[in-house]
């Protein structure tokens, strides 16, 4: 065999060789960057899972910091109106970030039924009708418990035709939780949103937390409220304090100098009611001067009267802008009205009667305690002269 042939065979081999090893180089190195790239992609998805889980620990921290800020805020000031409107604030800005809406409904303490009481909305123009709550609140009322809603259409646990008919707003993801205190329920505060998947559990656990702060600031200026309301209001007639009235009365004298006003003040007194209670006894008592409050609040409701339960069975009457002439008018129709209303006292029908002095600004006295020792005064004539009448000095 010639020797060229030679060399070319082996040539070709040695070509083939060294192929064939840059070939299984190439698939090895083809392998090793597939497993490197999957590696960087486990490490991209690790890293921006990190990233987030980081970015939310850091929310979770600042908005658990802030509660300390929202506990300060909401005991600045034991005045309903002013927890109220901070709590709808602090949620709408701090967990909506001002986007939806924010609604927060109290129970009425007298018909028992949710009441929308404060409101912040993205859209200045958008009414909501709901005053008693819609659906979702009556779940978190029935149920007592938080409610997070992703996405309305995909929720079980609502009737999405009821939900389509009863709102008359766009709602697709919301947020709500129950005002709760060891006592008793006193609402509910929710946030939507017309875009699903707007709020997370985070958020649903924040609004919790908020609203366990906001629950004790609402039942403590409740409280502060009815304290406020026991020092100026008579406990039986729930009208105004003798107190309370003759500061009011005070007030009335000085602004009547300042403005150039007139008003008048009337005194009234229950006629026998010694008899009253001597026959039918102290409850029966109480059940007229009860009565007789209520006579005369309704009576004289157009006026804007400042009426109190003076003392004993005598009740004093402020009758703002009315001269002698027109609270003179107005007394005589109230004590017609009081002598032809009926009491059932013991099962038995009923009637009193009141004498009633009257005194006016300026024209008798620009002095308080003047001005009630003339009505006073007067009061006394009424009863010299037969009782059941009208008199003024």
Not at 70 to 98: N, P
Not at 273 to 294: M, P, R
Request: glycine share 6%; charged share 30%.
């Amino acid at each position: 065999m010639p020797k060229i042939l030679i060399l070319s065979i082996i040539n070709i081999a040695i070509l083939y060789i060294l192929l064939n090893s840059y070939f299984k180089k190439r698939r090895h190195l083809r392998i090793q960057i597939q497993d490197l790239q999957e590696k960087i992609n486990i490490l991209n998805t690790e890293n921006s899972a990190e990233g987030k889980n980081k970015s939310s620990l850091e929310e979770k921290i600042r908005r658990y910091k802030s509660l300390k800020n929202i506990v300060e805020e909401l005991d600045r000031e034991l005045d309903a109106e002013f927890v109220s409107e901070s709590l709808v604030r602090i949620t709408y800005s701090q967990i909506a970030k001002g986007k939806g809406t924010a609604t927060l409904y109290l129970i009425d303490s007298r018909t028992q039924h949710l009441s929308l009481v404060k409101s912040k909305k993205e859209d200045d123009g958008l009414v909501i009708k709901a005053k008693e709550g819609d659906i979702f609140d009556m779940w978190v009322l029935r149920h007592a418990g938080p409610l997070l809603i992703e996405d309305i259409k995909k929720d079980f646990r609502f009737d999405l035709g009821k939900i389509e008919k009863q709102h008359v707003r766009p709602v697709s993801s919301m947020i709500s939780a129950p005002l709760l205190t060891d006592h008793r329920l006193l609402g509910v505060l929710r946030l939507d949103n017309s875009y699903p998947g707007v709020y997370s559990q985070d958020d649903l656990r924040f609004l919790t937390a908020i609203c366990d702060l906001g629950a004790v600031a609402l039942e403590n200026s409740q409280l502060f409220q009815r304290t406020k309301d026991l020092a100026i209001h008579d406990e039986l007639t729930r009208l105004y304090t003798r107190g309370y009235f003759r500061d009011r009365l005070t007030e009335e004298c000085r602004r009547g100098l300042r403005q150039d006003n007139v008003f008048s003040l009337l005194m009234l007194d229950i006629d026998f009611f010694k008899d009253y209670n001597d026959k039918f006894g102290h409850t029966s008592g109480d059940i007229v001067l009860k009565s007789l409050s209520g006579a005369i609040t309704g009576s004289l409701k157009d006026y804007s009267p400042i009426v109190s339960r003076f003392g004993g069975e005598e009740f004093c009457v402020i009758l703002p802008s009315r001269d002698k002439k027109g609270a003179y008018r107005i007394a005589e129709n109230l004590r017609k009205k009081i002598e032809n209303s009926k009491i059932i006292l013991r099962k038995q029908e009923t009637h009193v009667t009141v004498s009633t002095g009257l005194a006016s600004f300026p024209e008798d006295s620009t002095d308080a305690d003047e001005l009630i020792r003339k009505a006073d005064k007067a009061m006394y004539q009424a009863k010299s002269q037969g009782r059941n009448r009208v008199c003024c000095i």
